[in-house]
C-alpha cells in the first residue's frame, strides 16, 4: 500500500538530561518556532521546565496535556507537555544518576506515540550517557541503540547531515558508540552490508534520492597502503563493497579517510560511510556544529536529534544555541512530510 504524505506532521520532542540545557532548548524553541509547519508536544517534568524557564525570563506557556490529547499545531510563545516526573530533584550542570529511569521513560513516551501513529516523529533534546549508565543501566550507549531495540530491529544507522555550500552533507557511522579498541573487530562484512543496505534504502525511500552515490573510508591510514598499515580494506571492507557494487549500489571506496572529506569527493557524493564516530563526525561537525541534525536510519519510524551534547557547562546560562534543536525539528518535519 502507498503510504499517504502528511503535510502537517505531528512531532513529539524529548527535553533530554534534565541538567543540561535540554529543558531550556525546548523553552527557547517554542518562543519562536520560526514558522515550523508541524504539531509538537514536548515530554517532560514540568515543573522543572516552568522553572527554567522563570531562571532564565522565557515568554512560554506550557499547556501540560496527555497523551490522549490531539497535538497542537505549533503556536509562538507555547509549549504543550505530555508530563513524566523527575525521579529527584534537578539543578542546572549537576547530573544525578537519579533521573535515569526519568530520562529513559520520556523516551519510551515518545517511542509509544510515534509507534502507535499519534506522532509522526520523535525529535530528542541530548541525554548524557554516563548518568545512564550510572543510574542503573550499565548496557547502555546512546539513543540509537536504545531506539534500535525498543523497536526490535537488527540494524540502525547514526548519519548526521547538515548544510554545506547549498548542499547536504551526510555522515553515517558503520559503528556508533563503542571503544577506539574494539572498533576493528566491531567492522565486519556482514554488517557493513546490512548498515549500508539500510543507508541506501533510507536515502531513496526518506530523502527522495534514487540512486544514492556513497563514499566509503577506510579504516587504516591511507586506506591500508595497500596491506602495509593494516589489512581490514583488502580482507573485510573491500571485498563487501565489490559484493554491493555487483548488486548495482554506487560505492566509492574505501578510501583515504584524510583526503575523503575534500570537495572534489563530497561533491560528487550523497553520503560518506566512515568506520567510526570519531573519524566521521569531527569532519561533519567542523562542518556545520550548531546547524546539523542527528538522523537514526532503519527505526521505521522518523528519530532525529540534535548535534550536540547536555553541555552542562552552559546549563541554566542562557547561552546555549537552540539552532541545532530547530534544525533537528525541521529535518523530523521534512521526513515525516515525505514518507510516513
Ligand atoms: N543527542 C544526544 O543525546 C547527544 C549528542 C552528543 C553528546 N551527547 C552526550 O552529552 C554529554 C556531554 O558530551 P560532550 O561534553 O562530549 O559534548 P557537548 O556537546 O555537551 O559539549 C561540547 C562543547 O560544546 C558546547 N556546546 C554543546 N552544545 C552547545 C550549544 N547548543 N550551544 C553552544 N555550545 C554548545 C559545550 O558547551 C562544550 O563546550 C555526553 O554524555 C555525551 O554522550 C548526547
Ligand atoms: N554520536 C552522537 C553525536 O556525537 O552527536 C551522540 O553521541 C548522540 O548519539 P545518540 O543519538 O545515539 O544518543
Request: glycine residues 10%; hydrophobic residues 45%.
Amino acid at each position: 500500500m502507498t503510504a499517504s504524505p502528511v503535510t502537517s506532521p505531528a512531532l513529539v520532542l524529548t527535553t533530554g538530561e534534565p541538567a543540561g540545557i535540554g529543558p531550556e532548548l525546548a523553552l527557547l524553541a517554542a518562543e519562536d518556532w520560526q514558522g515550523l509547519a508541524a504539531s509538537v508536544v514536548a515530554v517532560g517534568d514540568p515543573e522543572l521546565l516552568e522553572a527554567r524557564a522563570r531562571e532564565l525570563s522565557l515568554s512560554v506557556t506550557l499547556d501540560v496535556c496527555t497523551p490522549g490529547e490531539a497535538i497542537a499545531p505549533a503556536v509562538n510563545g507555547r509549549l504543550p507537555v505530555w508530563p513524566v516526573g523527575l525521579r529527584a530533584p534537578s539543578h542546572a550542570g549537576r547530573l544525578d544518576p537519579a533521573n535515569a529511569g526519568y530520562v529513559l521513560e520520556t523516551l519510551d513516551v515518545a517511542i509509544a506515540a510515534c509507534r502507535r501513529g499519534q506522532a509522526d516523529a520523535m525529535v530528542t533534546a541530548p541525554l548524557h550517557k554516563g548518568a545512564i549508565i550510572e543510574g542503573g543501566h550499565p548496557g547502555f550507549t546512546g539513543h540509537t541503540e536504545y531506539l534500535r531495540d525498543a523497536c526490535g530491529v537488527e540494524e540502525v544507522v547514526m548519519m548526521l547531515a547538515t548544510e554545506r555550500d547549498g548542499r547536504t552533507f551526510r555522515v553515517a557511522l558503520a559503528t556508533t558508540h563503542l571503544p577506539l579498541q574494539q572498533v576493528s573487530a566491531a567492522i565486519t562484512p556482514d554488517g557493513l552490508t546490512r548498515v549500508i543496505r539500510v543507508l541506501v534504502s533510507e536515502l531513496q525511500s526518506r530523502f527522495g534520492i534514487e540512486a544514492p552515490r556513497l563514499l566509503v573510508c577506510g579504516l587504516n591510514p591511507h586506506a591500508g597502503e595497500d596491506g602495509h598499515l593494516g589489512r581490514e580494506e583488502i580482507e573485510i571492507i573491500g571485498p563487501a563493497l565489490t559484493r554491493l557494487r555487483e548488486l548495482g549500489i554506487d560505492i566509492v571506496g574505501p578510501l583515504p579517510a584524510d583526503t575523503l572529506f575534500t570537495p572534489r569527493h563530497l561533491d560528487a557524493a550523497d553520503a560518506v560511510l566512515a568506520m567510526y564516530h570519531d573519524q566521521g563526525l569531527p569532519v561533519l561537525k567542523y562542518a556545520g556544529f550548531g546547524r546539523a541534525a542527528n538522523i537514526t536510519l532503519g527505526l521505521g519510524m522518523v528519530r532525529t536529534s540534535v548535534d550536540h551534547g547536555t553541555a552542562l557547562d552552559l546549563a541554566g546560562s542562557g547561552l546555549a544555541d537552540v539552532g541545532s534543536l530547530r534544525v533537528a525539528l525541521d529535518v523530523a518535519r521534512q521526513m515525516a512530510t515525505r514518507v510516513n
